[in-house]
């Protein structure tokens, strides 16, 4: 008798309707929203997917070894998946992030071994990357850095979009992410881009001023180096007010209880959907609502 590991629950994760989101509007011209809910994988998010890749695949090239010590700039989703496969492969895990983010993220990194350093608020995610690469020059361990590593956006090029060509039967017409690394979105357009060359990649980021957990609207010197522009059909700016309006919806109209970022590409997708006609729009759940109760956004 064999058993599956943790290792075999990252991945294939349900691809649902949600029938009401998009209301009367998108019913009469015929359109499907899909969520991919990514909030199902072991430690919670999208980025397992990328966590995983980034490490087993530096292995199996021979670059670390269990035992060896990695470090990682994180927003917090990429912090827990990290701390998650580090626990399971045997990795120490140092993991750098600004002091403003989520509680329960930080003691979600802890709770599977993972050393936390806390950024100050005012230098952002730019910051707390800076400082992962100047622990990296004093020999303190190996950044994987997944703003750079292929092996995120091929995570979604291997696992994602197959998986989403095959539960739509290839017929997804529009396919809408909120960009963080933008690992998610290259990798999954690459795929559908080849099965079809016309389905549209739609990205989500906050619109200026507007501040959403693990998504930005990045500065040119730091827009990140697996982002290829050419590969994203159209950016769509959302508001933190509209991503929280959206989260709290989600929630009591479809029972879907996702994070802020999820909630801005739905919002995408249901603009989407007011506009076009017999389309089938996916969007990534990148996470689960529970991750952010400290912030406030579902008040009780
Ligand atoms: C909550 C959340 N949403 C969205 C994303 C974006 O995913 P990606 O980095 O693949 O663009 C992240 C990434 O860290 C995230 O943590």
Redesign the pocket.
Known sequence: MSYPTIESTIGNTPLILLPRIGGEEAKRRNNLILGKLEGNNPAG???DR?AFSMITRAEARGQIKPGDTLIEAT????GIALAMVAAMRGYKMILLMPENLSEERRQSMAAYGAKIVLTPKSGGMEYARDLAEQMQKNGEGLILD?FANPDNPLAHYETTGPEIWRDTKGSITHFV?????????MGVAQYLKEQNAQVQIVGAQPEEGSSI???RKWPEAYLPKIFDRSRVDQIESVSQADAENMARKLAVTEGVFC?I??AGACEVAVRLSHQLENATIVFIV??RGDRYLSTGVFPA
């Open positions: 998010s999208v980025k990328a927003s917090g989703n990429t997944q992410s909120a960009m963080g690394t933008t690992g998610t979105i957990p693990g998504i994070g970022s999820a990148c996470d």
